[in-house]
C-alpha cells in the first residue's frame, strides 16, 4: 500500500494548500497521473476583485477533459488568457503593497507560452514556494495509486464549490475587505501580495 501523502496540482493554490503542505513537511507526493477533474482548483484560481471574488480559469484543449491524465492535459491558446489574467492580477493587486515586488518574476508565467499544464502548475508551485522561503522539493507520482490510506489521500481536498475545506481561515488584510470583507483561502498570490516576507509567517 502507498504509504506517503498524495496531493493534487493546483494553478496558483489556495492559501490552505500551502498550510497543508507545512504541515506534511517533506512526506508528500505530487499526483501527476490522475484524470483532469472539473471545476477544481487544477486550472483555476480564485483571487480578490472590487466586485468579489473572481474565479480565473486556465483553458484547456477540448478532449482534456475527462479521460486525459494530468501529465497530458495541454493549455489551450485559442485566446489570450494569459493576458486576461495578468490584467485581473494588475487590476485587483496593483495597489496591494507587494505587488510590485513580485511582478516582475510572476510575469514570465504570462509571456511565455506552456505546453502542458502539470509542467506550467508544477513551475508555478515552486516559484510560490521559493517566494514563501518553504525549502520544499516536489517529487511526483510514478504511476496512480488506488490503494492509499484514507488519511493520506489529499487528491480531492478543496473543491472550489465546498467552503468546508478550509485548513486556515485566520483574516489578515486584504486590499478590498473594506467593501466585501475577508475572503478566506483565496489564492496564494492573495496572501503574497498582501503580507509579503510575512507570509510564511502566516502558513
Not at 7 to 13: I, K, N, R
Given at each position: 500500500?502507498?504509504?506517503?501523502?498524495?496531493?493534487?496540482?493546483?494553478?496558483?493554490?489556495?492559501?490552505?494548500?500551502?498550510?497543508?503542505?507545512?504541515k506534511l513537511?517533506?512526506?508528500?507526493?505530487?499526483?501527476?497521473?490522475?484524470?483532469?477533474?472539473?471545476q477544481?482548483?487544477r486550472?483555476?484560481?480564485?483571487i480578490?476583485?472590487?466586485?468579489?471574488?473572481?474565479?480565473?480559469?486556465?483553458?484547456?484543449?477540448?478532449?482534456?477533459?475527462?479521460?486525459?491524465?494530468?501529465?497530458?492535459?495541454r493549455?489551450?491558446?485559442?485566446?489570450?488568457?494569459?493576458?486576461?489574467?495578468?490584467?485581473?492580477?494588475?487590476?485587483?493587486?496593483?495597489?496591494?503593497?507587494?505587488?510590485?515586488?513580485?511582478?516582475?518574476?510572476?510575469?514570465?508565467?504570462?509571456t511565455?507560452?506552456?505546453?502542458?499544464?502539470?509542467?506550467?502548475?508544477?513551475?508555478?508551485?515552486?516559484?510560490?514556494s521559493?517566494?514563501?522561503?518553504?525549502?520544499?522539493?516536489?517529487?511526483?507520482?510514478?504511476?496512480?495509486?488506488?490503494d492509499?490510506?484514507?488519511?493520506?489521500?489529499y487528491?480531492t481536498?478543496?473543491?472550489?464549490?465546498?467552503?468546508?475545506?478550509?485548513?486556515?481561515?485566520?483574516?489578515y488584510?486584504?486590499?478590498f475587505?473594506d467593501?466585501?470583507?475577508?475572503?478566506?483561502?483565496l489564492?496564494?498570490v492573495d496572501l503574497l501580495f498582501?503580507?509579503?516576507p510575512q507570509?510564511?509567517l502566516y502558513?
Amino acid at each position: 500500500m502507498q504509504n506517503t501523502a498524495i496531493l493534487p496540482l493546483f494553478y496558483l493554490p489556495p492559501v490552505g494548500y500551502f498550510s497543508l503542505l507545512q504541515k506534511l513537511g517533506t512526506d508528500f507526493l505530487i499526483e501527476k497521473h490522475e484524470h483532469l477533474a472539473k471545476q477544481t482548483y487544477r486550472n483555476r484560481a480564485s483571487i480578490y476583485s472590487p466586485n468579489g471574488k473572481l474565479d480565473i480559469t486556465v483553458p484547456v484543449v477540448k478532449g482534456s477533459k475527462t479521460h486525459t491524465q494530468m501529465k497530458d492535459v495541454r493549455i489551450s491558446y485559442d485566446f489570450k488568457w494569459q493576458r486576461l489574467h495578468w490584467l485581473s492580477l494588475e487590476s485587483c493587486y496593483r495597489s496591494s503593497a507587494y505587488f510590485e515586488f513580485y511582478e516582475d518574476e510572476l510575469s514570465r508565467f504570462y509571456t511565455n507560452k506552456f505546453e502542458f499544464l502539470f509542467d506550467y502548475n508544477l513551475e508555478l508551485l515552486e516559484w510560490l514556494s521559493k517566494k514563501l522561503k518553504l525549502n520544499k522539493t516536489f517529487e511526483v507520482t510514478t504511476e496512480y495509486f488506488n490503494d492509499i490510506a484514507p488519511e493520506l489521500d489529499y487528491r480531492t481536498i478543496m473543491n472550489p464549490k465546498k467552503e468546508e475545506d478550509i485548513v486556515n481561515n485566520k483574516p489578515y488584510y486584504q486590499v478590498f475587505e473594506d467593501r466585501h470583507q475577508f475572503l478566506p483561502n483565496l489564492s496564494i498570490v492573495d496572501l503574497l501580495f498582501n503580507q509579503g516576507p510575512q507570509a510564511r509567517l502566516y502558513l
